[in-house]
């Protein structure tokens, strides 16, 4: 696992031993949170969304003539 970009856990041993991680390295749960913070506004940004909404629409109206 790559610690600096995400924590993954597929028990609740290792969920916990997660948070554990997260609480003894501040320094990198910042890290962490900053690039998914930055991974989500890319992803997610109203521009992007409200672009791929007018692409569906565009599609729709084609189809319908």
Do not use: G, H, M
């Amino acid at each position: 696992i790559d610690s600096t970009s995400v924590l993954y856990a597929d028990s609740t041993k290792s969920f916990v031993e997660q948070i554990c991680f997260i609480f003894a390295n501040p320094d990198i749960a910042n890290s962490i949170s900053q690039r998914a913070y930055s991974a989500i506004s890319e992803t997610y940004s109203w521009e992007k969304v409200l672009n791929q909404l007018n692409n569906i629409f565009n599609k729709v109206i084609k189809a319908s003539n």
